[in-house]
């Protein structure tokens, strides 16, 4: 038997001469970014190319402009290594070649491979203890892995049936990360996070519908982000997202801070045009030119910088092939679920063929409920009533790690919410969970 253990701490571009103005002298001297003809930040949605006229990674310094790796035929995806002397990207070495990771250092400008991808590798970054992150293209959908860099043996950390893409990793250790909503679905695009050895995936906020994407946290704290081209945020207080106060104009995302507070952008005046570097000053009402490509898109900014190390995030994941799920109360929710109404809960995988049950198990009167399933799977959630009727079903997906123990406060509560200090009545029932690590043949309507 497993008993619960809780810790409620609930292509190559020609490049054209540069059209505008050096950056402001308020800024770090030294910055990289992506050159590309054509760019499409959504496209791994469906496992589709970003730039599928090429790009290039450039290196803005006191000497002007070059290439980061001139003899590659694309690179794209630059990021910073936290000391500043190393950085990741991806790459093709020849037009034909599928993107791979690659590390290049500044000072001797030693060049290596670190993945061996069957299908495209992009978007790295790098987490602490000499480890990174990256999206690997399996089918038509993208998975992050996570490895180190010693010992470059992949982890998954997605492991929903949709695409998933890293874009930051915050300051308490978390990857910020790109998928769908509904979450494991063809849909928009929405942020989320999950650790680095893959627990504790959520969504960001629960105010779902408009596409999000492109997501950076600047040094407030605060995840600024794209929203069908304007510029959005979360801020710890709000549970929403809101607006960001700048100037007129489409931006990509993808923002890069610099120690003053000022922001390097990717900026357009319409769809219409293409993409710039852009200096701005939150609350400023002027954006001024720091960086043109004529007839290309300039995006993807990053800083050559020191810059501090995230937390460390210690796995807590056991050696077993299952997880275990306790909510505490699934009547606190932003849906409204009537007194003494859900009787009993069901969680749904997913695979080629399509959803498939679980299992059922009772939700007592508290609206608890504690379960345990097979690790890495899809899963989805479905409340229902006395006589079986479904009160809520999840629109997506999301999963447990095999080893982890996942306490959740209720149903789609929300970020802000907080548990009663009480203990759940099905632990006072018993504290083995009810079992669905044995699939039933039956197929799930609906599918």
Known sequence: ????????????????????????VSGPSMFLYTVAKHY???????????FALGSAVFVHDAGGERKLVPSFAASADPA?????????????????????IW??????????????????????????ENRIVYAEKTGDR????????????????????GSAIPGDILRDGRVLFESTFPSGEKGVPELYTVYSDGSGVESYRCDHGKTRYSGKQVSSGDIVFSTEGKLERFTSAIAKQVDVAAPRGEYAGDVAETGSGEWLLPWRP???????????????SVLRPALQVSGSNVIQPVFVAEHAVPNR?????????????????????????????????????????????LGTAPVEADGSFFVQVSGDQPLQIELLDAAGKTLKREAGWFWLRRGEQRACVGCHAGP?????????????????????????????GGY
């Open 416 to 444: 802000e919410a907080a548990p009663e200090n009480a203990v759940p009545m099905i632990l006072l029932k018993s504290t083995t969970p009810a079992d669905m690590t044995h699939p039933s043949i039956a197929t799930a």
């Open 142 to 161: 993208f998975v992050i892995q996570a490895i180190s860099l010693d010992v470059p043996t992949p982890l998954a950390l997605t492991y929903w049936p």
């Open 40 to 50: 499409d930040p959504v496209a791994w949605i469906n496992g589709g190319e970003r």
């Open 1 to 24: 038997m497993r008993r619960l253990a809780i810790c409620v701490l609930l292509g190559l571009v020609a490049v054209s001469p540069i059209d505008s103005a050096s950056p402001s």
């Open 313 to 357: 995030h210690p796995s807590g994941l056991h050696e077993w092939s299952v997880g275990n799920l306790l909510c505490l109360n699934s009547y606190t929710s932003k849906y409204s679920f009537a007194p003494a109404s859900i009787h009993s809960v069901r969680l749904y995988t997913k695979d080629k063929d399509g959803a498939h049950l």
């Open 103 to 128: 590390e290049i250092s500044f000072e001797a400008g030693e060049l290596r491979r670190i993945s061996n991808c069957a299908q495209d590798c992009v978007r790295p970054l790098y987490l602490p």
């Open 270 to 284: 319409s769809e219409k045009f293409s993409y710039q570097l852009m200096w701005w000053k939150p609350g400023g």
């Open 80 to 100: 910073v290594s936290f000391d500043a002397k190393r950085v990741l990207f991806a790459g093709k070495q020849a037009a034909q070649d599928r993107w791979q």
